[in-house]
Nanobody, 122 residues
Framework: QVQLVESGGGLVQAGGSLRLSCAAS????????MGWYRQAPGKQRELVGR???????NYAESVKGRFTISRDNAKKTVDLQMNSLNPEDTAVYYC????????????????WGQGTQVTVSS
């Protein structure tokens, strides 16, 4: 099994910064794309940013220039640096990781973290 543990959420004033981290562990042979999604109350879950194993990134238009996603392949972690936060960024943020699991049950599968709350006050 694969576990994702997120950290770094919290309450911040508008204009402030937060850094989210997600660490993967368990039966992992390799990790493909890693990403962050968010879900605000009453809204659908949406992509915030993702990064491939080769380091290519893409972001939602609403966060471009403010958020930066990065990964450490050796540590199996993905971080999201969030700057210039505004109240519209308030949501539960979820880590998502595409994994090739290790033997004996080798398969490609996506895993989700438990979510971490980010609240931006005006």
């Amino acid at each position: 099994q694969v576990q994702l543990v997120e950290s770094g959420g919290g309450l911040v004033q508008a204009g402030g910064s937060l850094r989210l981290s997600c660490a993967a562990s368990g039966s992992i042979f390799s990790i493909n794309t890693m990403g962050w999604y968010r879900q605000a109350p009453g809204k659908q879950r949406e992509l915030v940013g993702r990064i491939t194993s080769g380091g290519d990134t893409n972001y939602a238009e609403s966060v471009k220039g403010r958020f930066t996603i990065s990964r450490d392949n050796a540590k199996k972690t993905v971080d999201l640096q969030m700057n210039s936060l505004n109240p519209e960024d308030t949501a539960v943020y979820y880590c998502n990781v595409g994994v090739i699991t290790s033997q004996p049950n080798v398969r490609a599968e996506n895993f989700w973290g438990q979510g971490t709350q980010v609240t931006v006050s005006s």
